[in-house]
């Protein structure tokens, strides 16, 4: 896969730092969106979440369309849709820090999809780091001394696979295709999907509160359209590796705000899991970054 690994200092620099705030509003949209659940249905709230961002971002972009981005727009929304739909079905049912590292495991997975899908050998420390991502993540989701996982836990872990194929396919299109048409036809693709699944799979639950409003607009606005738009613009500037540095951020800043906001605090294991899952994802990337400046 080609990188803009020569991309000019400064746009570099600005795509890393705006990765950076992504990560922070993506990492405290997860207790916002367990309290949502309350109020809707999840299917349903993904539905109206994506609607939202496609209606801004077709309004915003609507005169940079290209054609040629809409068949790989669709192919991105499907795998958008379903990494949303194993997020928020596992957040429904698990706590938000569980969700927020389980699906952190996206970021080691990136190289390895990579790998895959490009048909290259992996290195050693990206199985390294995954094998130890792994092993933190058992530790924060399995009990002693069995061998079972939580729904919300499995969810979850989906989530994070579906999350990595995602993020390579976005980073390999956003470069040759630009992101303006990538983001509203993935956006739009999630918002059908998320309908006709809400109502294909039932029961629709919705209660209108102000706080449901305030989540669907910090969601749909912040974490969906802006999030999800910066996120395809800053990978024309900076290598697929070192984006998922930045966002491997993201669950310690959910688990941050689960504390401050709900209390919720990790057991000992739980901490030593988190620990591990932060260790894998540095030591993956931060390998891939080095190599990576050195062919700079």
């Not at 820090?97 to 495991?105: D, I």
Request: proline share 4%; net charge positive.
């Amino acid at each position: 896969m080609s990188s803009h690994t020569g991309a000019a200092p400064g746009l570099r620099a600005r795509a890393e730092w705006a990765l950076l705030g992504l990560a922070v509003v993506w990492g405290t949209t997860f207790v916002v969106i367990k309290a949502a659940l309350a109020d809707i249905s999840p299917l349903l709230f993904l539905a109206a979440r994506f609607s939202i961002a496609a209606v801004v971002l077709g309004v915003l972009y609507r005169t940079r369309m290209r054609r040629s981005a809409v068949a790989p727009g669709l192919l991105i929304g499907g795998l958008l849709f379903a990494a949303f739909v194993f997020q928020i079905e596992g957040l429904s049912l698990t706590t938000p820090s569980k969700s927020a590292f389980v699906t952190g495991l996206s970021i080691p997975m990136v190289p390895l999809v990579n790998s895959l899908v490009y048909k290259s050998r992996p290195r050693m420390s990206e199985l390294l780091g995954v094998l130890i991502a792994s092993i933190g993540m058992a530790l924060m989701t399995l009990p002693p001394g069995r061998f079972t996982m939580t729904r919300g836990d499995f969810l979850s872990l989906l989530c994070a696979v579906t999350f990595a194929f995602h993020f390579v396919v976005l980073a390999h299109y956003s470069k040759a295709l630009g992101f303006e048409t990538l983001a509203v036809v993935q956006m739009a693709v999630a918002a059908v999907l998320g309908f006709v699944s809400a109502l294909a799979f039932g029961p629709v639950t919705f209660h209108a509160t102000p706080a449901l409003g305030a989540a669907l607009l910090a969601t749909g606005l912040l974490a969906t359209a802006l999030a999800f738009t910066t996120m395809a613009w800053a990978q024309q500037y900076t290598t697929p590796t070192r984006a998922a540095l930045i966002l491997a951020l993201e669950p310690a800043v959910a688990w941050l705000t689960s504390y401050v906001v709900t209390g919720e605090a990790l057991s000992n294991r739980g901490k030593m899991g988190a620990g591990l899952i932060l260790a894998g994802v540095l030591l993956v990337e931060l390998k891939s970054t080095k190599s990576e400046t050195q062919t700079l």
